[in-house]
């Protein structure tokens, strides 16, 4: 049953989880909050007043913006005065092995962290403030766009706001994938697809490190609270249960995945209703 109370507190692992399904199924996703939620997933110590101090803390930046500010070029140096330069928000190569990088309260505490979350200190900020803002979802690293699309001035929050020209961002993709700039990487990023991206990193800093489970655990369950989510997701799950010797829900996982994947392709069914057999086998 939901509580029909308009500000329900999160005070628990479950209000939390439903308050973050319920943002992300809204009309308009508040990327802050959703980003927030996720942090309160890593530190369980945040309650209501934890997650309202940060939004403060974004409504006090966008408060020390300049009045008047009107192109995009003018947003775009006044953000990278104030947060680049005065504030000092900026990334490290170390930040890409700090799970603290990708939670935005450690981000707005410690002013460092990975480009994603750098630019969504920067949009939300910007978007306080009024400017014409939005991540751009380059491959293999997030930077922010001002103005129309189509003439955007864009922005790198990882290198201090630094100003990215059109080869700029050239070199950023062709360095991160080999391929050219395709003018469909520069189209605005929706906060849900901002929210997935970072609960992917999250989910491969976490796989490299086996003693972290708990985390890939909670990040998968976080993408599978999203509105539209590959199904190969529950098999995930289901593989990280085993891997923490939760055998029986694990192996129940495995089984209701193969009865989905069924319907498509028997032997890979079967070969994932083995696995689930294995599982279960564990427990003897």
């Not at 909050?33 to 007043?49: F, I, K, Q, R, T």
């Not at 994603?116 to 380059?138: D, H, N, T």
């Not at 990193?201 to 909670?218: F, G, K």
Request: hydrophobic share 45%; glycine share 8%; proline share 8%.
């Amino acid at each position: 049953m939901h509580d029909e109370s308009p500000d329900p507190p999160a005070d628990g692992p479950a209000d939390r989880r439903r308050l973050f399904a319920e943002e992300a199924r809204s009309g308009r996703p508040d990327l802050a909050m959703l980003c927030l939620l996720v942090g309160a997933e890593a530190d369980p110590s945040m309650d209501e007043a934890a997650l309202d101090a940060a939004q403060i803390e974004l409504d006090r930046l966008a408060g020390l913006l300049p009045f008047g500010l009107t192109g995009p070029g003018e947003w775009a140096s006044a953000l990278a005065e104030l947060l680049g330069g005065r504030c000092d928000f900026r990334g490290t190569p170390g930040d890409y092995q700090r799970l603290e990088s990708s939670l935005l309260h450690e981000v707005l505490r410690r002013r460092r962290g990975l480009p994603i979350l750098l630019s969504v200190v920067w949009i939300e900020v910007a978007r306080r403030a009024g400017a014409p803002v939005y991540g751009v979802a380059l491959p293999g690293h997030f930077v922010v766009g001002f103005g129309d699309p189509h003439e955007q001035v864009l922005v790198d929050p990882f290198a201090g706001g630094r100003l990215l020209t059109g080869p700029d961002a050239e070199l950023l993709v062709a360095g991160a994938t080999g391929a050219p700039l395709d003018p469909s990487m520069l189209t605005p990023a929706d906060p849900l697809d901002v929210v997935v991206r970072i609960l992917n990193n999250i989910r491969a800093w976490a796989a490299t490190r086996p003693e972290q489970s708990d985390v890939a655990l909670w990040a998968v369950d976080l993408s599978l609270l999203l509105p539209s989510h590959p199904a190969r997701l529950r098999y995930e799950r289901a593989q990280l249960l085993v891997q923490r010797g939760e055998f029986a829900m694990g192996a129940a996982e495995l089984d209701a995945y193969a009865d989905v994947v069924a319907a498509v392709d028997q032997t890979a069914a079967d070969a994932i209703k083995g696995r689930a057999r294995a599982a279960r086998a564990m427990l003897n």
